[in-house]
Every structure is written in C-alpha cells, then in structure tokens.
C-alpha cells in the first residue's frame, strides 16, 4: 500500500474513532434550513463569516471528480476561535492509483466583529485547502485555496432566512505566475426548516493570468444543501456554470456530507 494511501486510511480511521466517542455526549446541529443550528462556513467553495461554536466539532467529506475525497475536522476551540485539517485525494474511489494531496491543509478562523442589526459578521482566517483535486505540475489545486481571508456575512429574516456573503482572500498558491488577491460573493436562501439554496460567484482574480487554469471568467457555483438530520447534513453543487476552467460541458457536480456534534 503507498505511504500516501496509508497515512489517509489512517487520518479517516482516527476521525470516526473520535466521533464514535463522542456521540453519545453530544447535541446534533445541522447547517440547513431555518431550523439549522450550526453557521455555515462555506458559500460554496469560498469561506463565510461561520464558525462552529465552541465545544462543537465538525466532520466534513467531500467527493468530486476522479474519485476524489477529501475528509476535513474542524473544531471550536474558543467562543471566537477555530481550528481545522483536512486532506484527501484524487482516484480514491474507483480503479487506479490514488493520487494524495502532498500536505494536509489547515484552516483557522478568529470572530473578529460579531453580527449586530447594521454590520455583518466579520471573520478574519487562513485556509490551505484547495479543492477538486491537486494539479502537480502546476503546484496548485484546481480550485486554488482561500489562504489568508477576511470574510463577512450578514442575516435578514425574508420568508425564512437571507443570507449575504462576501470576502476577499490572498492564496499562497502562486506557482502559477498569478499573485493577484481575490473577491468573492454570495447568497444564500432557506426553503423551509430543512432546505437551503446558496449561489457563489468567485472572480477568480488570481486566476486568470500566466499558467493559469481559468480563462478569466470567474466561477459561478450554486449547491443545495439538505439537513437530514441528527447532525448529518447533505449538500450538492453544481460549480462553474459558466465553463471558466478546462473539461466542462454542464457543470462540476459535486456532494458534501457535513456531520456535526456539541457538547
């Protein structure tokens, strides 16, 4: 077995031994739907101004092309701070070798403004973890990671809840020639006390210069996101919808497993 496949076999087997022990003194919470009790930390690919509240941990498994995995753990270490790893691969699922991140990435969030009746939340972090899958020759992942992130989102209560989110972030991913820092927005909606509808539209200004993989579009993703309950949340997106990167004829599909308990 590769030293790559090992150490994710290992990483997976650890995250459900810690769940399994856990469980049973925990509260489930779901980030969906009027009735969900976790914030949503992502729009779609891009961080928002959700935390997980402290004491409440959080189990991510993302599945997108190729095979890929990728199984993320995040915590809330303090009442305005987090703290996250995560790491995965290409080929996983299905026939051939699998094709491992070279690191684990790692994502840490600070509350630096809570959401009041005017301003938004405002979270500032760093996030290493790019997504659907490494591309090796570039040094960079498909979608590259937020890196350093300032983002804020702000609530309204609109037949359910409106969410608007925002950011701007500095990835470290830069091999590609492209250093330029990014803007990102996004909206989300919930249908019901179970059901949330979210759209993201990442500029991709660091992306569109020199080797880089998007032809300077942007991305245009949109996800559903269903809570099924007992913590277990389930979402589907379907990402750049305008055809920005290379081998897309409809849109990337993609399917996210959020589970999350607290104390």
Same mark, same amino acid.
């Given at each position: 077995?590769?030293?790559? +496949?090992?150490?994710?076999?290992?990483?997976?087997?650890?995250?459900?031994?810690?769940?399994? %022990?856990?469980?049973?003194?925990?509260?489930?919470?779901?980030?969906?739907?009027?009735?969900?009790?976790?914030?949503?930390?992502?729009?779609?690919?891009?961080? +928002?101004?959700?935390?997980?509240?402290?004491?409440?941990? %959080?189990?991510?498994?993302?599945?997108?092309?190729?095979?890929? %995995?990728?199984?993320?753990?995040?915590?809330?270490?303090?009442?305005?701070?987090?703290?996250?790893?995560?790491? $995965?691969?290409?080929?996983?699922?299905?026939?051939?070798?699998? %094709?491992?991140?070279?690191?684990?990435?790692?994502?840490?969030?600070?509350?630096?403004?809570?959401? $009041?009746?005017?301003?938004?939340?405002?979270v500032l972090g760093f996030d290493s973890q790019g997504k659907d899958g490494y591309l090796k020759e570039l040094d960079r992942f498909q979608i590259k990671s937020p890196g350093f992130f300032a983002a804020a989102s702000k609530n309204y209560s609109f037949l359910g809840y409106l969410s608007l989110h925002g950011g701007v972030n500095y990835s470290l991913e830069r091999a590609d020639g492209d250093r330029d820092v990014n803007v990102y927005a996004g909206v989300e909606k919930t249908l019901g006390p179970v059901i949330s509808t979210l759209l993201e539209y990442n500029f991709a200004t660091n992306d569109n210069s020199g080797r880089s993989v998007g032809k300077g579009w942007g991305y245009l993703n949109a996800a559903v996101r269903i809570m099924l309950g007992n913590g277990l949340t389930l979402g589907v997106s379907f990402k750049d919808i305008v055809k920005n990167g290379p081998n897309v004829?409809?849109?990337?599909?993609?399917?996210?497993?959020?589970?999350?308990?607290s104390l």
């Open positions: 077995m590769e030293a790559h +496949t090992r150490r994710t076999l290992i990483f997976a087997f650890c995250a459900c031994v810690l769940l399994a %022990v856990c469980t049973s003194l925990m509260r489930a919470q779901g980030s969906a739907g009027t009735a969900g009790k976790l914030e949503p930390r992502f729009i779609v690919d891009m961080p +928002t101004a959700g935390m997980p509240d402290k004491g409440c941990l %959080v189990l991510d498994v993302d599945f997108y092309q190729e095979g890929g %995995v990728l199984l993320g753990i995040s915590a809330g270490i303090l009442d305005r701070f987090s703290f996250g790893i995560s790491y $995965g691969g290409s080929h996983i699922i299905g026939a051939g070798s699998p %094709v491992m991140n070279p690191v684990p990435g790692v994502n840490v969030r600070i509350r630096a403004l809570e959401e $009041g009746l005017l301003l938004p939340a405002l004829t409809v849109a990337n599909r993609t399917v996210q497993l959020e589970y999350s308990r």
